[in-house]
């Protein structure tokens, strides 16, 4: 049967190219086909150990697209011929496109060399909510678990396992934990938080081997400590799907995603690629870069789902700024643009400040903790590159405006004289804001060379 | 006696160009001259009466600006002879000065032609911690007291008044509360939070009269009504203190405050004025502004700060956004750049949308509360030039994502496919986050004329 607008893939990038395909082409039939009969919030998925409780809890409603008039097709998709512009499902049925969009998303990495990964009680955190509730209920029935990868996923669903009672071990093969996404120094509360919360962090060393007959009834790391466990959970990074486009003969990037241009148009006429699946450039580096995240991928599914039968020329992905935030224990930590050590890695002559201060003012209101926010700049531009942030609830939407400030390539001396909302009750004080705080600290090293970097 | 740098004033205008002029001009002496021994954080006033407790809790510290080496002097300037660049002060002390700042602030407007005003118990809330000190141990003392005047400082007495304990009565001539930063139906769950609190709110109706044989007994409403009353809180805003700048000469502008450039420089050699005394323009309708805020004089004290010797050509203001926010009970609101009713007062087209959902993803995580944003647009050119939000206290930086946005005249489609740091915890969901929705919805009421305002 014919529709207009296919997707492939009903995760956050697939549902936000629907929503915008609806509304940018109201008389087009818009349709998209996913495996899953159940969609999860990916984000929310390590909060179903405790916070939630269910995986239940975790289901994105299907009454949005109900409402607006968008097709939901539950089957695989396990064949297109690009030049009839047609698909095939596994039911058989055959679908005929105008405009199709791979939307097919990552699959959890899983470490085929590494001895004991097929044992009984090796879990992965997939996006499916039947293994989710087996991995659930298995877990719950445990005391020892042992999580494999500190990025911000094992980091989450360690936490979440240990505020439900249980023994756990996280282990990180680099020297701190989310150390991708910050500065060691700048982690180091987080750490001591999960660590005061009774959970077990081992850094700097890798996962030798997983024992076990059938399964899991021990972990031996590389310098040979072997730790008795009931189940591991392998955190270590998805991949993208790409089984599918490379089927189809779309041009596969350099990083082992679907290629695209800034309008995410992949190398076939007709046929756009968005989120995990699609290469995208950092903003900063302009190199391709592996982040997947939600933020990335619903910014390519608005810049797809509006330019897939012509070009609204102004809006382009320009490459992610790879902006993210967490919470673990009560502290909040967010992460824009780059490290000092990315920028570091690319050569960059930087000039990076942080200020910690009040997140109230006065500072001696009730509730007030601290706020810090970390800036990175580019020494010859003056150009924002990166930020960090860390604090508690109120800060929730300051990774955002350094996500603004970042974009929008702001210099830090037009952030130095820039105009901040502040309350007493909920920010930090008009004369300490720690974003301008940290500008004004990057000027003056700027300009007396001796406080640099 | 000999000083570089002379500021006449210690609210944070005044301290921030101290504090400025210190990292610009290191081998500067820098002075401030104030009235008062100890300085008051201005917007934590309203909280000495409940939350804070007392005035002392919410003195400025003068510590940094010792450990910064800037001289305090407490003491009232008499007079200033700009040609041979000189002051006086009430002591007979003289000072010479390379570079003088004109902070001297705003004063609270006493309606002299309101009969009543001059009574025993008729308060207005002046920065000064003598004066409040004698206002919080009269209203202690007090039951029936009525606040005059619902912008954000009266709502805020009012709100902290209430919570001690009182019977209030908050009156305000215009339509509703807080009614020039936001649009009236804002404000309506800040409203009904206040009446559900207890206050008696009476709106779109001025006092004729206080009365009182020495001191406060009554209030008569211009309709008529009386109503008995303990005390008069006089919240009517407030106005730049000119005094001194109109002796030495300096040019007043149309709306009396000092005049200045975009470099904050009077029209004398050598002085500048920064904060509530100067002149600014609004960053969207560029006419002169009557907002004072301590975002804006801030802002304008770095550039003032930066600018003092030579031009740091990039450093310049370009006029205030009045971003702001306050709390009232668990309600977080906040706006910036202009209203709809002020966008059609200068006969602006205009498109405009409010998004709300929910501040958490998925919904049904403990703690989910509602957070609303309402974006304005020029019609012609996309640009977004004001926005309003509602939320709770992770909402606390919304209003400076969307200050950033304004100060970098984002458009409506930029905006759209920008990207946003999100967690489940702590954010609305990527997919349906309230700024880009706002935007969404924006963009097809631009399509489609049948939508538009």
């Known amino acids: 049967m014919k529709r207009d607008i296919v997707i492939i893939g009903g995760g956050p990038a697939g549902m936000i190219t629907a929503v915008t395909a609806r509304g940018s082409y109201p008389d087009k039939k818009v349709t998209f086909i996913r495996r899953e009969d159940k969609v999860l919030v990916p984000c ?98 445990m005391q020892k678990i042992m999580v494999v990868g500190a990025g911000f996923i094992g980091v989450e669903v360690a936490e979440e396992l240990n505020k439900n009672g249980k ?21 180091d509360d987080i750490h001591q938080s999960l660590v005061a919360s009774g959970m077990n962090i081992i850094t700097g060393k890798g996962v030798q081997e997983i024992n076990g007959n059938g399964k899991v009834s021990s972990v031996t790391l590389e310098d040979g400590q072997k730790i008795e466990i009931d189940a591991v959970v392998l955190a270590m990074g998805y991949r993208p799907n790409i089984e599918l486009a490379e089927k189809t003969g779309l041009f596969i990037g350099k990083n082992k995603n679907i290629w695209v241009d800034e309008y995410m148009r992949t190398s076939e006429r007709d046929v756009f690629a968005v989120g995990d699946c699609a290469e995208r450039m950092h903003f900063i580096t302009r190199r391709p870069s ?57 050569g960059m002559h930087i000039v990076d400040a942080t200020f910690a201060g009040s997140d109230r003012h006065p500072a001696n209101l009730p509730g007030a903790g ?46 130095f004289v820039s105009q901040i909302g502040t309350h007493p009750l909920t920010t930090a004080a008009p004369t300490t804001y720690p974003i301008v705080k940290a500008a004004e600290m990057i000027l003056k090293k700027m300009k007396c060379p001796k406080f640099e970097d």
């Open 44 to 141: 929310g998925i390590p909060y179903i150990f405790h916070t939630l409780g269910s995986v239940q809890k975790n289901i994105a409603p299907d009454k949005p697209f109900i409402d607006n008039n968008i097709e939901i097709i539950v089957d695989t998709v396990i064949n297109v011929d690009t030049k009839n512009k047609t698909l095939k499902l596994n039911s058989n049925e055959e679908i005929e496109y105008e405009k199709l969009v791979f939307a097919t998303g990552s699959e959890p990495y899983m470490p085929t060399w590494l001895k004991g990964h097929e044992l009984e009680n090796v879990f992965v955190i997939k996006k499916n909510h039947e293994y989710l509730e087996e991995v659930k209920k298995k877990t719950d029935a």
């Open 167 to 187: 023994e756990i071990y996280l282990v990180e093969k680099m020297d701190s934990i989310i150390g991708k996404a910050f500065d060691s120094e700048f982690v």
């Open 290 to 346: 592996n982040t997947m995240l939600a933020s990335t991928a619903t910014s390519e599914a608005r810049v797809a789902g509006s330019n897939l039968y012509s070009l609204s020329t102004l809006k382009s992905f320009n490459g992610t700024i790879a902006i993210f935030s967490t919470k673990v224990g009560d502290i909040l930590i967010g992460s824009a643009g780059i490290t000092v050590s990315e920028a570091k890695d690319e």
């Open 370 to 415: 601290t706020q810090k926010v970390k800036l990175i700049t580019s020494k010859n531009t003056g150009v924002i590159i990166g930020a960090q942030i860390l604090g508690g609830e109120s800060s929730s939407e300051l990774i955002n405006v350094l996500g603004y400030i970042i974009q929008n390539r702001m210099r830090v001396d037009e952030v």
